[in-house]
């Protein structure tokens, strides 16, 4: 089983840049195809981007899509999202989340209920 932790949150102003961190630990990071999602106050629980076990293929939602980018390092167990040109919708607790996965180049982009394992969440916060 694997844990999840979140880094790189914070306050930044519109038009800013943040570069997110999910570290994995308990498990082997390669079998496992991740994501990002971010729920904003009252909202539900909402997919970012996404990207393969391999790390070979991605997909992102379309209110970040240019902007933000996913990647992952499988030898260092950890996942990344570059956000740039941040606006104050952006704004949110971002969680990553990891499932098992037998394709190496499958990217699971439905929701939430696609993933088993999830981080605490990390906040970002960005002003106008």
């Known amino acids: 089983q694997v844990q999840l932790v979140e880094s790189g949150g914070g306050l930044v102003q519109a038009g800013g840049s943040l570069r997110l961190s999910c570290a994995a630990s308990?498990?082997?990071?390669?079998?496992?195809?991740t994501g990002w999602f971010r729920q904003a106050p009252g909202k539900e629980r909402e997919f970012v981007a996404a990207?393969?076990?391999?790390?070979?293929?991605?997909y992102y939602a379309d209110s970040v899509k240019g902007r933000f980018t996913i990647s992952k390092d499988n030898a260092k167990k950890t996942m990344y999202l570059q956000m740039n040109n941040l606006k104050p919708e952006d704004t949110a607790v971002y969680y990553c989340a990891a499932r098992s996965s037998s394709y190496a180049r499958i990217v699971y982009s439905s929701g939430p209920g696609q993933y088993v394992y999830w981080g605490q969440g990390t906040q970002v916060t960005v002003s106008s």
């Open positions: 990207i393969s076990r391999s790390g070979d293929n991605t």
């Open positions: 308990g498990g082997t990071f390669s079998v496992y195809a």
